[in-house]
T-cell receptor, first 116, second 114 residues
Framework: AQKITQTQPGMFVQEKEAVTLDCTYD???????LFWYKQPSSGEMIFLIY??????QNATEGRYSLNFQKARKSANLVISASQLGDSAMYFC?????????????FGAGTRLFVKA | GAGVSQSPSNKVTEKGKDVELRCDPI?????LYWYRQSLGQGLEFLIY????????KSGLPSDRFSAERTGGSVSTLTIQRTQQEDSAVYLC????????????FGQGTRLTVV
């Protein structure tokens, strides 16, 4: 069964607008972490933001914020004021706690295209 | 260096040959991952090492694939009798034990089987 689901293979957004990239996850482990990475065409994996399962507030890092809805098992990434350089592949990832062996697994990714 | 180092960066091999891909994790990182990424696709989990525990090999696609991690540091991913469908970028990542720290990725090895 899929543990990380990203349902949007591709997304378009106008420059300077906000965009939400969806991510849902499945785990029975009470302790887990959620991550978002960006992969530009150069291929490097760039860490963006982290949310812990016990964190009460949504994580924010500059223009990135994570909309964490624990009951819905949702961890959407919101990018505000999109820039052309945001065009890339975005991956959601989850690291489970003890019961999951602390393994990190990734979703299939969403390719974001920012239009000028 | 301070980051995750992978070698070679590119490898072209003939179908049927064996290949070895190397990963040098960040010093002190107990966790080491191998992923495979086909062109334009997501990251396919292959294998995971955590400290001295038995590795999680649940993602290895066939018995042609194997990996070792010597001394809790350097790891080698071996693909025997390569097939054209093995062509992909192989990414290695490492992380410390703390669950709230991201995985750090190497630049990958691009494997092409001809």
């Amino acid at each position: 069964a899929q543990k990380i689901t990203q349902t949007q293979p591709g997304m378009f957004v106008q420059e300077k607008e906000a965009v939400t990239l969806d991510c849902t996850y499945d785990t029975s482990d009470p302790s887990y972490g959620l991550f978002w990475y960006k992969q530009p065409s150069s291929g490097e994996m760039i860490f963006l933001i982290y949310q812990g399962s016990y964190d009460q507030q949504n994580a924010t890092e500059g223009r990135y914020s994570l909309n964490f809805q624990k009951a819905r098992k949702s961890a959407n990434l919101v990018i505000s004021a999109s820039q052309l350089g945001d065009s890339a592949m975005y991956f959601c990832a989850m690291r489970e706690g003890y019961t999951g062996g602390f393994k990190t697994i990734f979703g299939a990714g969403t390719r974001l295209f920012v239009k000028a | 260096g301070a980051g995750v180092s992978q070698s070679p960066s590119n490898k072209v091999t003939e179908k049927g040959k064996d290949v070895e891909l190397r990963c040098d994790p960040i010093s002190g990182h107990t966790a080491l991952y191998w992923y495979r990424q086909s062109l334009g696709q997501g990251l396919e989990f292959l294998i995971y090492f955590q400290g001295n525990s038995a590795p999680d090999k649940s993602g290895l696609p066939s018995d042609r694939f194997s990996a070792e991690r010597t001394g809790g540091s350097v790891s080698t991913l071996t693909i025997q009798r390569t097939q054209q469908e093995d062509s992909a970028v192989y990414l290695c990542a490492s992380s410390p034990l703390q669950g709230d720290t991201e995985a750090f990725f190497g630049q990958g090895t691009r494997l092409t089987v001809v």
